[in-house]
Structures are given as C-alpha cells and as structure tokens.
C-alpha cells in the first residue's frame, strides 16, 4: 500500500509548489475565506497552509488521508468537471506518503479540534486539541523517503519562485478571497479578498501592472472571456504574467498563450511576452478530459475555435484601447 501510495505520489508530487497546490484548493473547497500560507527554507524545511473552511469532523480526519477516498464527487456529472481539471481523492494520500504531516482540523460544528500525525502513511498520533474552525496542515521532511526525489529539488528561491507563482494564480484566480504567503518569516503576499479582480492584480503583481489594465469581455456560442489585458508597452521576458483560467481555475495552455501573443504580435517588441489575466469559460464538451494529473494542462476538442475566439476578442480589444 505505501509503495503504491509512494509511485502515485511521484506523479502528482513533483515539488514543493505542487503540495500548495493541492492544499490551497482543498481550502477553496472547503469555503475557506482566509488563506495562510507558511514556507520554509523553499518548502523543504515546512510547507502550512492554514484556512477557516468548514474544517472536517473527527470522525473523518483520517480517512481525509485514505487513497480515492473523496468527499467531493456527488454525481457523474461532477466526477466528470473534476476530472476535467486533474486527478482527485488522492493528494493528501500522496503527500502523507513522502513527508510528515500533521494536520489539525476543527469542524464547523463542533468545538474541539482533532490533531493528526502521518509519515509516510502511517498514523503516529492522533488526539483533540483545541483549535479555531478550519484547517491547518504542515508538511514537513518531504521526500525523506524518497531520497532520488529529494536530489531533485532545486534552490530554494527556485522552490519558492514555483510556490510563489501558483500562490499567486489562486490568488488571482479567487479574488473573493484574502491570500497570505509568508517565506522564512517574511511576508510576501497579501490580497484583500474584495472580490474585484484589480485590488487582486495590484496586490500581487504590483501598481504598474494594475494601472495599465485593460478589461476585455466578450460572449460566443462556446467560449466567454473576460479578465484584463495588459498595454502592450508593458511586457515580460517569459510568459509568467500570462494567466489563464479555465472555468475558474489557473491552467497552463499552449494553444491560449499563442492565440494572445499572436494578437499582440506587432505591437510588442520582439521577443516580449505580453501581461494578461484572461477568464475563459467554456462549454465542458470542448475540454479534453484526458490530462495528466498533476500538471494541470487543459486540453481543448476543438482547438481552432478557442484559438480564434481569443485571438481575435484580444486584437479588437487592443485596437479599440489604442490611444
Ligand atoms: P480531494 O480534494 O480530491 O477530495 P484530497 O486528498 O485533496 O482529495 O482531500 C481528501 C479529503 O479531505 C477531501 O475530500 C476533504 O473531505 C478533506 N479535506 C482536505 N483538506 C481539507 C480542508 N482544508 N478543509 C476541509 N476538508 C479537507
Ligand atoms: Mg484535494
């Protein structure tokens, strides 16, 4: 079971940032308002994500560690959008099976907390404790038993630039709520939680960037966008502020990135990226559910269409803001 739990872990566990991940939504998915997130050391030393969600009863807290064990697939047509957008039922199984994590949880209704303790899947302890409603998990020791993972790891501001990133995709990706990313003590990000986007974008990417948006919306038969586009005077060296998501959640996507950079072509320098937060909803019969896991890479079915919906709703955008 742990060997199997430790192979499967390895595909959906890359790195530090990939544990966030996982950890953020599950707060998302809780309802959670707050978001606390604490590394150390790039994720080697400590990785806690804290939230104030419904949190999860005693009775379930270690089953909320069993492989597949999902609380979250209620119908077919929900294990049919989940799967859409990565694997499920099986992240903090994973994680407990390369680290030490001890996760304190206190359920919405009740008034006293559960405290757990696994490595490498197995239970060192387990009592109440007390504790505010919500969720609080610290990883520690990862990969302490998969030492050919642990080599992999990069430097630690290479870790935390990866954390960083996917900290501020959730936090851009859910302005309705309060992001806060802490690095060896020091504090790296703070969102308001507003709702609107822009307070989101200016918290974490900065006043230039929010101060040069450009909102675009548009409405097809398959696809609805909407989001800012950036001037084109302002731009990136790689595509690190281009941000998509798809139905709500952060992607990365080829075809995307090059139906915007195709709209902006021109109107750049050469070899510049532009800055865009782009909101795509789309008909679930053009998502390809055939993903890998972890990556989180959508697939479209009918790529063509995407690629010109986009790339022609960003060229009329910019023409219609050129001064
Ligand atoms: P999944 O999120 O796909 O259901 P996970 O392994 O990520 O699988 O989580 C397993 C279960 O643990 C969840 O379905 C949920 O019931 C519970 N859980 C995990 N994290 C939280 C959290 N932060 N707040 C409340 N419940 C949680
Ligand atoms: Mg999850």
Do not use: W
């Amino acid at each position: 079971q742990n060997v199997a739990n430790q192979i499967s872990a390895g595909e959906v566990i890359e790195r530090p940032a990939s544990i966030v991940k996982e950890l953020i939504e599950n707060s998302i998915d809780a309802v959670a308002k707050n978001i606390e997130v604490k590394i150390e050391d790039g994720g080697r030393e400590l990785i806690k994500v804290k939230d104030d969600g419904h949190g999860i009863e005693a009775d379930d807290i270690e089953s909320a560690f069993n492989r597949y064990a999902t609380s979250k697939i209620e119908d077919i047509d929900d294990l049919y959008s989940l799967y859409s957008l990565g694997f499920r039922g099986e992240a903090l199984a994973s994680i407990a099976s390369v680290a030490e994590v001890e996760m304190i949880s206190r359920h919405q209704a009740s008034n006293q907390a559960m405290k757990i303790k696994i490595k490498g899947g197995d239970i060192l302890a387990k009592k109440p404790t007390g504790s505010t409603i919500g969720t609080e998990i610290s990883v520690r020791n990862l990969f302490y038993n998969t030492p050919a993972r642990y080599k992999y790891l990069k430097r630690t501001t290479t870790e935390f630039s990866h954390i960083s990133k996917i900290v501020s995709a959730e936090a851009t990706a859910n302005s309705n709520l309060s992001f806060k990313l802490y690095h060896n003590g020091r504090k790296i990000l703070s969102t308001p939680g507003s709702g609107k986007l822009k307070d989101t974008i200016y918290a974490v990417y900065g006043s230039e960037i929010a101060e040069n948006l450009i909102p675009i919306e548009t409405e097809d038969r398959y696809i609805k966008l909407s989001g800012y586009l950036c001037r084109p005077e302002l731009t990136r060296s790689s595509r690190s502020h281009e941000l998509f998501f798809v139905n709500g959640r952060p992607i990365y996507n080829n075809l995307t990135a090059k139906a915007v950079e195709t709209a902006y072509n021109k109107l750049t320098n050469p070899g510049r990226k532009p800055i865009v937060f782009l909101f795509i909803k789309v008909n679930p019969i053009l998502v390809d559910v055939n993903v890998h896991p972890a990556k989180r890479e959508v697939k479209f079915s009918r790529n063509q269409i995407i690629f010109d919906v986009i790339k022609k709703a960003v060229r009329q955008c910019l023409k219609a803001n050129d001064p």
